[in-house]
Each structure stands twice: as structure tokens, then as C-alpha cells.
């Protein structure tokens, strides 16, 4: 029998994180993800599965915490939003850069600076582009229902310690904060055995040293480990692209939408199709790696794309450079934590797609 | 007598350390990090736990602490090793962490961290080694540099009315009922040597006791950013640096030590 729960997407994405077997969170308040840490609080999850759940002083701090502790194999997490993950960048950077697995979770609000504690998405670019300083990507996830919060904190797990490489959801404020059902799974035990290859878990006589660093002064042997990290993303480039298709079969043109957009964009749909017009939504799951083929292979055959982000356009980038100039592709965004209505959304597409030039 | 000849067993007073690994320090001839690492690893060595000692090593000189001893490591940020620590200790309550870092890195960059960490009482020790100077990069001020002391970023001296005073950190650290040990060392001497091998050893039997953080300062001397032979770079410190960081206990099992 299946446990269902009425549920916030923060609160579901904590819940998994118990029961994901998360050894530990580190992390700092801020709206509109302070629900993740006050959650783990509140079950106290040392006595539930042994996972530590400790407040830092800073955003700085809770990511170099990960660092340390990612480093002895556990699994580690933080969650924080927009303005925090801009303090995390420097952590995030040697995490990627020492090739260590762990969980960031980004629960987006609009920008820049201070900002607004409203959902946006304008952390696209961060979030897949480095961020940081140095060549380097995280596996980005970006839920799109509570339900996804709670499945991609063992899915993020997974493939963090599959590539050891951080991974990052990237939500937004609205898919944190909304209340729905989610079927929770069964509780994974906490692991209690390490790689002993790279851990740092304490010296013993069978291995030599394990040393966790990105600091590797010759400029020649810091070349090799850039392309071995670039071949890396390359891999997954080729093996982790995750997307789903909403009536692309038949559609002449197509939404490409993540997170909340998307589920704007699904009305949207529904609203297209009763008006006549064929439209379809490509809704990518992961953005780094990016469903570049799925959407090059769609651009051969339909009549235009509109990406529909909360942000002033930064996914529209990667569309365009699948697109390659094949067929129209256009951007629609609100900014600074409006969210658009299916409505708009469906005038953008009628605007800058159907009639445009 | 030759050299080789007196180079013989019965002859030696002491012997590298085990637990240091056979490359080549890449410290300056006189800086007081190749004898301070030497330190912490006699005393993992003794006290027989290298299989559950963990260290986090600096930026600045001591970076590559890592090469030299033949424990786990991992490298941190500027500033950010007791945070780095934290997130190591609370996940392997049982094991024995350690962080070592220089005046730039804990007494600037990473103020908040230090001060966070000790406050928490965060079961760890810290190895704070104070030259005065940012030596990696070439011999700027550190927050530790004293008045009138030049540097190449205060090349006619520190002033404190533009550039503030030197920082006491470890005094300040000491006020914090999260830590338990609180000592300023050198080893410059072999009499301070012997005395902050005591201190490190005491900080690692605070934590297998979970008695919270213990901090060692050991005030070092850095000839090369301070452009003094070794001997003489010696001199100045025991001159100049103790007055104003005196050496002794300052807390001790949780208690400050009165004057």
C-alpha cells in the first residue's frame, strides 16, 4: 500500500531527504525554502535515521560544510534560494572542482540583488553555466510538481554519486510552497560503507592517503583534469537527458518550459488545442545536460518554439543553439517574481510565433 | 670526522617523523610550518590514530600540509576549513579532526567561520599558525601584522589610525563558552617546541574526551616575507611579536586562566 500525504513541495523534498538515507544537511534560512530546514528540525532526524540537521551561521559555511563531509562519501545536502546560492558559489566551485557527490537544492525567487521572495527562474544561467568560477557543470534537475521535489532528492542522490559531481534541483517559490499529494516511498537505511578509493575517511595501513583538492599548480596536469571533467559532462550529455513530451506527436509548434512554466504551459496547451492550433510542450527535466537532440529533431519538421521562462531569457539560449536556425525560436518571460498566465502565454505564442516573421 | 660517520643510530637524538612522508618540505629554511606539522604528526603517531585522524589544510603555505602528512586530508577555501571541519566531524563524531591554518586565512577571510566554530564548541582542535603576514603571496599585511611592521601592501609601516590594530584573535576566541583549550605557543626554541608538542597533544585528548574545541596558536616567524635571515627573523619575534601575543594558556579545560 502506497503512503500518500498532503503535502508542500519544501516539506516533501525534506521528507525524501530522511528517507532518501541523507546522512546530512547543512543549511541556512531564507524564504521561500526556510519550510526544508524547519521540517528536518522538527522530526528530528537524528533520532529518526541518525541524519544530522545543523544550522550554520552562514550560507558560505553550510556549503563548505557539505564540502568536508561530501568528502568522507556521506550524503550531504543543502537547499537555500537565489540570493544564498549566489554565497554558495565559491563552495560549489571546489565541491565540482574536487569531484565530490552532494545535493544542492535551489528554491529560485526573482532577482537580482535582494530581490523578491516571489517564484522566478532566473537562476537558469547559475545554475547551469558554473556559476562559479572555472569550466565546470552540476546535474541540474528542475522539478515540476511536490511530487517530483520528493522523487529527484534520491534521483539527484543517484547521479551525484554515479558521476561524483554535485547535483542542484532547481524549484522556484511557487513549486516549493504549493500544496499537493505525493506518494512517499520506503525508508533506505543509511549507508554505511565508503569507497575507500577517494574518501577521506581515515588513513589505513591497506591504501595510501586519500586527499580531496582542486589546487593542482602545474598548468599541464590542471589541463588533463579540466578535459577529464569535460569528458565527463560529456558523458552525461550523451546518458542523462531527461525530458518529457506533452503532444509534440502532431504539434506545429512547441513550448519549452521547466518547473512552473510548465505546468502554465500545460493549460496553455489544453487552451491551443480547443482554439484549433496544434501545440505541443517539451518540458526539460534535467537542464544540464540539456534535451538539445530532442529538440534539434522536433525543429526539422515544426513551425516554431517559444520558451516560456520567469526570467528575462536564459533557457531560450540553449533552444536557440538546438534550434541552429532551422525554425523560429522565441522567448516569453516575466520577471522579478510575476508569474505569467496560460493566457499570456498563449497571446506570446500567437504574437511572436504564429504571426511572426 | 666525516659527516656519514656521525650520522649513526647511537648518535641520534631524533628521528623524522613516521607519519611525515618523505617529500621535500616546501617551506622557506627557518619558517616555524615544516616543525608545527612535524608536531601534530608526532602526536597522531603517538597517540596511534592516523586510521581516524582527519585533516583540513589551509590555503596560503601550508596548502600543501597535505603532501607532507600521511593522513587523509582535504583541502579548504580561504577561511572556510572550520566549517569544512564541522561538516567532517558531525558525520564521523568519532573520528579526529583537525584543521591548520595561517593569520590570513583564520583571522581575516575566515573570521566568521573561527568564531562560529568555537562558539558551537565544535568538537575539533585548530592550528592557527600567526606569522604576521600573508606569506604565499608575497608578504602583504595580515590582520595579525604589528604596528609600524612593514609589509608590500604597507611597505612605511602599519598604521593603525588608516589600517586598524592587530587582531587578538585567540584572546577574543577564548571569551566563547564553546571553547575548552586555549593556548599560545611558538617554536622558535627547542624548550617552546617541546611545550607546543604538550599543547597539541592536550587539544587531541580534548577531543577524544568530547570536552569541544581546543585552538592552538603557535606564533611563528616568516624570514622570507619579513626579510630577515632566519636566526635573526628568530630574534625579532621573541623581541617584538611575544609582547604583543604573549605566550601561555589562556583557557584551560573551559576556564580562562587568570593573570
Known amino acids: 500500500m502506497k503512503e500518500l500525504r498532503l503535502m508542500k513541495g519544501n516539506e516533501a523534498l525534506a521528507e525524501a531527504a530522511i528517507r532518501a538515507g541523507v546522512d546530512a544537511f547543512y543549511g541556512y534560512p531564507i524564504t521561500p525554502q526556510s519550510e526544508i530546514m524547519e521540517y528536518l528540525m522538527a522530526q528530528k532526524t537524528q533520532e529518526r535515521t541518525g541524519m544530522v540537521t545543523l544550522q ?177 559532462y560529456q558523458k552525461m550529455q550523451e546518458t542523462e537527458v531527461r525530458y518529457e513530451e506533452v503532444q509534440c506527436e502532431d504539434a506545429d509548434y512547441i513550448f519549452v518550459a521547466y518547473g512552473s512554466s510548465a505546468r502554465i504551459c500545460l493549460k496553455a496547451v489544453q487552451i491551443a488545442r480547443q482554439k484549433g492550433i496544434k501545440v505541443g510542450l517539451l518540458r526539460p527535466i534535467t537542464l544540464f545536460p540539456f534535451p538539445t537532440k530532442p529538440i534539434a529533431e522536433l525543429s526539422k519538421r515544426v513551425k516554431g518554439f517559444l520558451a516560456v521562462e520567469l526570467s528575462a531569457g536564459q533557457m531560450i539560449e540553449d533552444v536557440k543553439l538546438a534550434v541552429n536556425g532551422r525554425t523560429k525560436a522565441e522567448h516569453f518571460g516575466r520577471m522579478g517574481g510575476v508569474v505569467h498566465t496560460p493566457g499570456e502565454v498563449l497571446e506570446a505564442l500567437e504574437q511572436k510565433i504564429i504571426g511572426g516573421k | 670526522m666525516d659527516v656519514q660517520d656521525i650520522i649513526k643510530e647511537e648518535n641520534l637524538v631524533y628521528t623524522k617523523t613516521k607519519l611525515m612522508t618523505d617529500n621535500v618540505l616546501s617551506y622557506c629554511p627557518g619558517c616555524g610550518h615544516g616543525t608545527a606539522n612535524r608536531l601534530v604528526m608526532e602526536v597522531v603517531d603517538e597517540m596511534g590514530i592516523q586510521a581516524d585522524t582527519i585533516g583540513v589544510s589551509p590555503v596560503g603555505c601550508a596548502v600543501f600540509a597535505y603532501d607532507f602528512m600521511n593522513i587523509d586530508m582535504t583541502e579548504a577555501a580561504h577561511g572556510r576549513a572550520p566549517a569544512v571541519a564541522t561538516g567532517i566531524k558531525r558525520v564521523w563524531p568519532d573520528k579526529y579532526v583537525f584543521t591548520y591554518q595561517g593569520d590570513g586565512d583564520l583571522a581575516a577571510i575566515g573570521t566568521a567561520e573561527t568564531m562560529h566554530a568555537c562558539n558551537r564548541g565544535e568538537n575539533i582542535t585548530i592550528i592557527f599558525i600567526n606569522n604576521g603576514i600573508y606569506g604565499m603571496t608575497g608578504g602583504q599585511m595580515a590582520p595579525t601584522t604589528l604596528e609600524g611592521a612593514k609589509t608590500t601592501t604597507c611597505p612605511y609601516g602599519r598604521d593603525v589610525k588608516t589600517m586598524g590594530y592587530p587582531i587578538k584573535i585567540t584572546e577574543l576566541i577564548s571569551q566563547l563558552p564553546g571553547t575548552y583549550f586555549v593556548t599560545r605557543q611558538a617554536v622558535d626554541t627547542p624548550a617552546n617546541v617541546r611545550r607546543a608538542k604538550k599543547a597539541i597533544r592536550m587539544a587531541f585528548e580534548n577531543q577524544k574526551l568530547d570536552k569541544g574545541l581546543s585552538f592552538i596558536e603557535i606564533v611563528s616567524s616568516c624570514n622570507s616575507g619579513w626579510k630577515l635571515s632566519p636566526v635573526k627573523a628568530n630574534q625579532w619575534m621573541a623581541e617584538n611579536t611575544f609582547k604583543y601575543y604573549p605566550l601561555g594558556d589562556i583557557k584551560v579545560n573551559g576556564e580562562l586562566v587568570s593573570k
Request: one cysteine or more; glycine letters at 10%; hydrophobic letters at 35%.
Open chain 1, 56 to 232: 550554520a551561521e552562514s550560507e558560505v559555511s553550510s556549503i563548505n560544510m557539505v564540502y568536508g563531509a561530501a568528502g568522507t562519501g556521506k550524503k550531504v545536502m543543502t537547499s537555500s534560494s537565489s540570493p544564498g546560492i549566489s554565497l554558495m558559489q565559491e563552495g560549489i566551485s571546489y565541491i565540482a572542482g574536487a569531484e565530490l557527490p552532494c545535493l544542492i537544492v535551489d528554491v529560485v525567487r526573482g532577482g537580482p540583488g535582494l530581490g523578491t521572495i516571489q517564484p522566478s527562474q532566473a537562476d537558469y544561467f547559475q545554475a547551469t553555466k558554473g556559476g562559479g568560477h572555472g569550466d565546470y557543470h552540476l546535474i541540474v534537475l528542475a522539478p515540476s510538481s511536490v511530487q517530483e521535489m520528493y522523487d529527484f532528492v534520491k534521483l539527484s542522490f543517484d547521479l551525484a554519486f554515479k558521476y561524483r559531481n554535485p547535483a542542484m534541483i532547481l524549484s522556484d517559490g511557487l513549486i516549493g510552497q504549493v500544496m499537493e499529494k505525493v506518494e512517499i516511498s520506503e525508508q533506505i537505511p543509511r549507508t554505511t560503507s565508503f569507497d575507500p578509493s577517494w574518501t577521506i575517511t581515515g588513513k589505513t595501513p591497506d591504501r595510501e592517503r586519500n586527499i580531496i583538492t582542486s589546487l593542482e599548480l602545474d598548468s599541464a596536469v590542471m589541463e588533463k583534469r579540466n578535459e577529464k571533467l569535460q569528458a565527463k
